[in-house]
């Protein structure tokens, strides 16, 4: 017999996690398996739970997310449920300061809950480097759609664009640096908003490309009905985040049908080994980048998937592998 896991999704439905947790229900029910949702901090009456965890999500300090999720496997279990959960942006050194106090709230959450899935190798990595151990853990990989066939759509000078939520480490600074002996012309497409708390990101941004005298643009909050083609309208795609542990970002530019550049590390090397091809590794200096940049941009046709291309895991197929694993940890 079946077990009932309810999916507990929080936090507004721009944010990457709420948007995979809503599209991983949506993708299970699509596929045969009974997936309710549950869109509110309190845990539903009863059966079990998982959880789309970022502790920025459940909490505004790391310690708050914890407390948080201790509050609720309590709830939980005291109407006979168990507590699973899918962890997102987990802590690395590149955190900063906030890095150790991230590590110890991933943890505790890790001690708490009956079984963690990651969406990498590397994520897996990063678990045991930081001393997280869960009691059981598993690899689904980021679901990848279907590339799209629509031939290129851009006009006019040729763009550079980065995808997803401005912060600091996203990536925008360094393919400024990298532009800057490019042909003044190219301009730098943010496509996105910034993320909370780093408006002013922009305006520093834009005043780093005007002394070199070239324009940076950002879109704004782009609607899903819009993605698609504001991702195959640029001339280079690029994912210059060096310190991701998995990327959606990465995902969206290839179901647009495009090969995005990206920096050769321990992720992108996972994806590349799954989906050979898929992305534009370039090695990770800023001269592997400025090359890179430079190569696309004289040849832009290089950055397009072929027509066909299929990447894997699918929805459908990600829907499976959460289905069967789910099912094992609840009972």
Same mark, same amino acid.
């Given at each position: ?65 914890? /407390?948080? !999720?201790?509050? $609720?496997?309590? *709830?939980?279990?005291?109407? @006979?449920? +168990?507590?699973?959960? &899918?962890? #997102? ?110 408006? /002013?990101? !922009?305006?520093? $941004?834009?005043? *780093?490309?005007?002394?070199? @005298?070239? +324009?940076?643009?950002? &879109?704004? #909050? ?110």
């Amino acid at each position: 017999m079946n077990v009932a896991v309810t999916h507990l999704i929080v936090g507004p439905s721009e944010h990457g996690v709420t948007r995979f947790g809503v599209e991983l229900a949506q993708a299970m029910r699509d596929n045969g398996f009974d997936t309710p949702a549950w869109r509110t901090p309190e845990p539903p009456p009863s059966g079990g739970v998982h959880l789309q965890f970022t502790d920025r999500l459940f909490g505004s300090t790391p310690e708050q997310a914890a /407390d948080t !999720v201790r509050t $609720l496997v309590r *709830d939980i279990r005291q109407r @006979g449920g +168990r507590v699973t959960a &899918t962890m #997102h942006d987990l802590p690395q050194p590149s955190d900063g300061a906030h890095h150790d106090r991230r590590r110890a709230a991933y943890a505790e959450v890790a001690a708490l809950v009956d079984g963690v899935v990651v969406s990498s190798e590397h994520e897996r990595a990063l678990l045991a480097e930081g001393g997280v151990r869960p009691r059981r853990v598993a690899v689904v990989p980021l679901p990848v759609e279907a590339a799209t066939a629509e031939p290129p759509c851009h006009q006019g000078p040729p763009t550079v664009g980065v995808f997803g939520f401005l912060y600091p480490g996203k990536g925008h600074a360094e393919v400024i640096a990298a532009l800057a002996g490019a042909a003044p012309d190219v301009e730098i497409l943010a496509l996105g908003a910034p993320s909370a708390g780093h408006t /002013d990101l !922009v305006s520093e $941004l834009a005043d *780093d490309c005007a002394r070199t @005298g070239r +324009r940076f643009r950002v &879109t704004g #909050h782009l609607g899903d009905a819009d993605v698609p083609r504001a991702l195959r309208s640029v001339t280079v795609p690029v994912a210059p985040h060096r310190h991701v542990s998995a990327s959606g970002s990465l995902n969206s530019w290839i179901s647009a049908g495009r090969r995005p550049l990206a920096p050769a590390n321990r992720y992108t090397r996972e994806f590349d080994l799954r989906n050979p091809g898929a992305v534009l590794l370039y090695p990770d200096t800023p001269a592997g980048l400025r090359e890179a940049l430079a190569d696309a941009l004289a040849d832009p046709a290089m950055t397009w998937l072929p027509p066909g291309t299929t990447c894997t895991p699918t929805p459908a197929a990600a829907a499976r592998q959460y289905a069967d694993l789910l099912q094992r940890w609840h009972r």
